[in-house]
């Protein structure tokens, strides 16, 4: 698969060829562990194991990483608040947070690095930068230099020229119309805030540094991809690219840039400062269940705005459950057997595939993906092609052999969805019931062959009256499913 990726440093949509296929580096901002992720930061994460998935269905190996931010202002204020020690404040909100990612089926990247646990990662690229005559000191804390540096504002397009010189900021967080050097190495200040005694002094990092330090410590180098929501591109992401160029210029500190569009309500930004959000847990406890919620956040395309609604959670529920419902009827067709076909079996399969509406339905299913990351775009052929089974499977077109292929594509499908369910549920019918089921099937078969037709459409009605409906393939096998 050829993925065409829009970069927001150039603006561009390009055709993504990582540098090590077998290695895909991509760097991702993640979570200030100081409470619980709203469901808007949950949308950025959601985007990250989309590109992962994507990735590796498109046969590459990402080799992934996503920050945890354990150490800044609001949990220096929150712990010293609550008298306990920065790690007994995070732990449980880092804790949390995984407990978040796995109830959404979001899967383990390689790396989480904690900016606690890279320090002195940090310490080292204030040293280059040192070295690069990009850093000075005022008041015992130590600031990048961005009249210095010379190339300043290059990743999210602002104009620098009127900036004043020596201006700073201590903040981690300002608005682009107020560019100003910002902080390396923050002095401690009080006795009871969180410090490191290291060579650059004692006191603790800023906020952009971490990430930095983390990409170099975990890749030795810059990666291929580095993500993260819009709101991080002004002045996190252009700061990072200023620390890591200005420290390695001879580097290409990240190839493409990916930013994730915000989670809205009514119409505004969801954010913990204006108090207009959602933890998952919130929309738990109002009776919805992780797929709904993970359906709603990842079936927007990622560089879209997307307001949450409850209403949107119910009609995710029915989109999903149309799929699942058409997935579950093949499967109910092989009776949940295809992984105990043979080898031959898949030989035949492959041949048949390869020149099958199946062959097709993939292929618009990655064609999507391709288009950077459209999966609205996948997921609207999905609907297509179920409209196509349901029709083959209805009129007996297909028999069990098809909906073994069919199998294998949705099998596609939910490596990136990852919200169906392959497993046997627990049957409506008991054993017995279902024997019994097939011994009418059975009788039938014979009835018609004795040209009893009178016989067989008895079966067929007292089967309806159970609330069971079969439909006969073009095999001459039948199949049977419960009436919804
Ligand atoms: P934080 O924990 O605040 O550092 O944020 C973690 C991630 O969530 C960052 O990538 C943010 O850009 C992202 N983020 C924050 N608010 C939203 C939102 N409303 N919609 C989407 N992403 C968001
Ligand atoms: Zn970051």
Redesign the pocket.
Known sequence: MLFQFYNTKTHKKEPFHPKDPGRVKVY?????VYNF??I??I???LFVDILRRALKLGGFVPDQSMNI?DIDDKIIRESIAKGISVEEFTKPWTAAFFEDLNSLNVQTLEHYPKATESISDMVDLVHKLQHQGLVYEKEGSLYFSIQKFGNYGKLSHIDVSGMKSGARYDADEYEKDDVRDFVLWKNKKSEDEKSWDTDLGSGRPGWHLECSAMIRKVYGSGVDIH??????LFPHHENEEAQSQGAYPEEEFVTTWLH?????VDGE????SKGNFYTLRDVFSKGYDSKQIRYHLISSHYRSKLNFSFAKLEESKQALDRIQTTLTRILEILNYDWEKLDGSDFQKLREKISHSSVSNAVSEFESGLCDDLNLPKSLGSVFEFLREINQNLDSGNWSAKECVSLVYYFQIVDSVLGLLEFEKPESTFSAAEEAEIEDFIRQRKEAKANKDFAKADEIRKTLTERGIQLIDVKDGSTQWKKIQ
């Open positions: 991702s901002c993640g979570p200030t992720a709203h808007g930061n949308r950025s994460f931010t993500t993260g929501g819009i709101d991080l994730c569009e915000h989670l809205l930004k969801m954010s913990k």
